[in-house]
């Protein structure tokens, strides 16, 4: 199979490019041939004992995806950005909304160290999907995803985009993108400033009590839930509420009549607008009083929490800006 360098003196493949733009590619993936299996210790026989796939400078690798129209401060509906570094192993998610709002999946900050064998793998995988080949995405509007992944080392860059949209280019990269989700999905399990939102039913007040837990390692905060009274789908914090009729073999059920209810705002201004959370804190806040149209029938409850402003630090703490749900509640009241 022809080395990427062999593949830039291709003069079909690279017909299309300028001679400028050509003599510069060449350059930067002729440098990435030699990225290769971390060096082998001759003293020990076994890999080198500092972390890293390459001697010299670290290997930065960087996945972001960026879908919907922009709701913050730089920040849009659905934002994750995944940064890895050769140099210290260290990998780091922030991720603001899941992907299709997972029920239970918390966002913020996520962090990890990982073998060299990551890096490598990556490596591997952009080479032997030929990534360097990526032509510019067709279609980039507010209802796809724009993806980014880009390898630096030192002077060298290559940077690809692609969209959602971009079926064949998906396609042809596959391998890679999993391999990168994959590594996203592992590094949630390490949570270092996160939200968890949860919900939990008070029968005796008639109302949903919603929970909002910081399962990190570090200081979290947030604008104050309760203070939350745009009636929007990505600015708004509480519960919401639907009939859950039992299932029907071989009838489709239709599809669920969501009902709001918000956040019972406090009696005195808050002496802050923002909650602080130190690692395993939660804040709690109680709904309205929820009035069923029908009792005796069993309904889904669903706690939202969807908040986009804000700065990504205050006041040294990490702000949590994004959306999160909890997972379902069935009640019959």
């Not at 909304?97 to 900050?109: H, L, N, Q, V």
Request: a positive charge; hydrophobic letters at 40%; charged letters at 20%.
């Amino acid at each position: 199979m022809p080395s990427w360098g062999a593949s830039c003196r291709n003069e079909k493949r690279v017909r299309q490019i300028t001679t400028t733009f050509r003599v510069l590619l060449c350059l930067l993936l002729a440098g990435w041939e030699e990225l290769g299996p971390a060096p082998q210790d001759r003293t020990t026989g076994g890999r080198m004992s500092a972390p890293g796939v390459v001697a010299g400078e670290p290997l930065v690798i960087e996945y972001s995806k960026v879908g919907g129209v922009s709701l913050g401060q730089d920040l849009h509906v659905r934002q994750s950005r995944l940064r890895m570094n050769s140099g210290d192993g260290w990998a780091v998610l922030e991720k603001h909304r899941s992907e299709a709002d997972t029920p239970g999946a918390p966002i913020g900050t996520f962090g990890s160290q990982l073998p060299p064998e990551a890096f490598t793998r990556v490596l591997e995988l952009a080479r032997k999907t030929k990534l360097a080949e990526l032509p510019p995405p067709t279609s980039a509007d507010f209802s796809t995803t724009l993806m980014t992944i880009t390898l630096e080392r030192g002077s060298a860059k290559l940077t690809k985009q692609l969209s959602s949209g971009d079926i064949p280019l998906i396609l042809q990269i596959q391998e890679l993108l999993a391999e990168l989700g994959r590594l996203s999905a592992a590094l949630e399990n390490s949570p270092v400033a996160a939200l968890r939102t949860s919900v939990s039913w008070a029968s005796r007040e008639g109302a949903f009590v919603l929970t909002l837990t910081n399962i990190g390692t570090q200081n979290v905060c947030f604008g104050d839930p309760r203070l939350l009274r745009q009636d929007e789908p990505d600015h708004w914090a509480g519960v919401r509420v639907a009939e859950f009729p039992p299932e029907r073999p071989g009838v489709t059920a239709p599809p669920l009549q969501w009902v709001r209810l918000l956040l019972v705002p406090p009696r005195q201004p808050p002496a802050a607008a923002r909650i602080f959370l130190k690692p395993g804190e939660r804040f709690s806040a109680p709904t309205l009083v929820w009035r069923p149209a029908r009792r005796g029938v069993r309904h889904l409850a669903q706690g939202v929490w969807a908040d986009y402003t804000g700065p990504r630090e205050a006041e040294g703490c990490y702000q949590i800006r994004g959306a999160a749900f909890s997972e379902g509640l069935e009640v019959t009241p």
